[in-house]
């Protein structure tokens, strides 16, 4: 079966530029997160939908941040404009359950490593 | 509130001997634990998890956690390590109502 699926795998960009993170999630899984992960904070959730609706963005740290969700197969995470400081891996994961209080485990994909100059 | 706390950011241990990794955790309910590896440059896998029922958890890889309530601990273990075992990870805990929490995450050394 195939997993979380996120592209870019790696992209740099200046600061300034539109950046757009993809994510297909497991088929069949009703939550899609995403997160941000840096050596100085570790890993933080950003956002999260249930059946394609962004439930909780409290995690998103400025209004350059964006992320929708138009079909239960695809999700982006958009920033617009880059800066330096949103230099990470960003990780999306997805989970068969409709709630964020579950006990069923989150699948993660491979992360878009992205660096901005 | 609720709260994870892995200690140690690096463990390093010898091929064959006892891996240990502690998290200790908060919450006002019980709670719902993982642990997570993450190998370079891929994203993090579930090991195991413990959702109330046995509190000796047995995962992927040999890896087994006890949940203890006295001590709100949630320990990683390993008979013996093996060089591919050399990974970063992350315990996390779910309250009821409230979100998921990672830790920070403990890089572990596997010494040949």
């Known amino acids: 079966d195939a997993g979380v699926i996120q592209s870019p795998r790696h992209e740099v960009t200046e600061m300034g530029q539109e950046v757009t993170l993809r994510c297909k999630p497991i088929?069949?899984?009703?939550?899609l997160f995403w997160y941000r992960q840096t050596m100085m904070r570790g890993l933080e959730l950003l956002i999260y939908?249930?059946?394609?609706?962004?439930?909780?963005d409290s995690g998103m740290p400025e209004d350059r941040f964006s992320a929708k969700m138009p079909n239960a197969s695809f999700s982006t995470l958009k920033i617009q404009p880059s800066e330096p400081r949103d230099s990470a891996v960003y990780f999306c994961?997805?989970?068969?359950?409709?709630?964020?209080?579950?006990?069923?485990?989150?699948?993660f994909g491979d992360g878009t490593r992205l660096s901005i100059l | 509130a609720q709260s994870v706390t892995q200690l140690g950011s690096h463990v390093s241990v010898s091929e064959g001997a006892l891996v240990l990794l502690r998290c200790n955790y908060s919450?006002?309910?019980?709670?719902?634990l993982f642990w997570y590896v993450q190998y370079p440059n891929q994203g993090l896998q579930l090991l195991l998890k413990y959702t109330s029922a046995a509190t000796l958890v047995k995962g992927i890889n040999g890896f087994e956690a006890e949940f203890k309530k006295s001590e709100t601990s949630f320990h990683l273990t390993k008979p013996s390590a093996h060089m591919s075992d050399a990974a970063e990870y992350f315990c996390a805990v779910i309250a009821r109502d409230d979100k998921i929490i990672f830790g920070k995450g403990t890089r572990l050394h596997i010494l040949p």
């Open positions: 919450s006002s309910v019980p709670p719902y």
């Open positions: 088929s069949g899984h009703n939550s």
């Open positions: 939908f249930n059946n394609n609706v962004p439930i909780d």
């Open positions: 994961a997805s989970s068969p359950g409709t709630a964020l209080v579950s006990n069923q485990p989150q699948h």
